[in-house]
């Protein structure tokens, strides 16, 4: 089958490797929900949270484990819109292509948003208050768009520039939490945290279940589809893209506890949640004041590699162009 549709449709540079493509998955997973997650997870559960994410880990990664035998079978440029097609038809294909498509179209802007609202404890000009809400300037707009324009640039530079451009940077936004981490437990950790105020588990087994649904727990780790959507361009996709996609929920999953486990034994008891992490005046997480800013950033990319590649494979005509040997997806 999927020799037949390769046939049929010009193929993408297979151009990205074992590690780029772990890289990939891990951009798609740790956003701008790195620090806001573990916040509303402790408020649901407290310090059962660290449960919260197991359990969520654990469903992340059966989800993955399917689809990486799927993505290995059929590694197609948008892959999670063209395997409904192949095992339901084409309505079915049609639907789940346009459902995904809308959904990475909105996260980009999302991201943005988020970086936006970090960078506005420091740079005030972003944003202004109208009738209570905070919304951007015309400064913010602008910068804004100059943010998604250089996303799009990135794009069109071609897959192998931005698999490499993509090592560095996640290499950095992995370094950052975990050095958080690191340095929230060694310099600030109080155990009394885990089980005062009601205890470990002061909302019972509601909360921690809870926390997996409305704290943001299983949407920051179901960023992993965004591998199954570069597969088209992945080197021995049948090996590649199963490590890539169980590796990038596994090592995701590890900082995500990590920073959960930091975050409940170093907030003190005077932070008011309310708050945020975003904030530097009352949150110690919020004096990270660089890497927020650049995880929701990075974050954003990624959905941008997903939304090109599932528009070639919906509409390659439109969305693909030939280079010297093979097509090549633009926005």
Known sequence: MLKEVERARPALQRQIGPIALLFTGITGIIGSGWLFASLYAAQLAGPA???SWLIGGGVALLLALVYAELGG???LAGAIARIPYFSHGSMSGFMAGWLCWIAYVATAPIEVTAVLQYASN??????TLV????VLTWYGLAVAASLLLAFVLINLAGVRWLARANVAVTSWKLAIPLLAATGLIVFGFDSSNFTDHGGFMPEG????????????VVFSLFGFRTVIDMAGEARDPQRTVPIAMVGAVVISLFVYVMLQIAFIGAVPERTSPAAGPSSPRTSPTGRLRLSPPFSACNGSRGALFRRHRLAVRHRPRLYGRHGAHQLRARP
């Open 49 to 51: 949270a660290i449960f």
């Open 73 to 75: 079978m059929l590694p």
């Open 122 to 127: 420091y740079l005030p000009w972003l944003t």
């Open 131 to 134: 009738d209570g809400d905070r």
């Open 205 to 216: 087994v509601d909360g921690v279940f809870a926390a997996v649904a409305g704290g943001g």
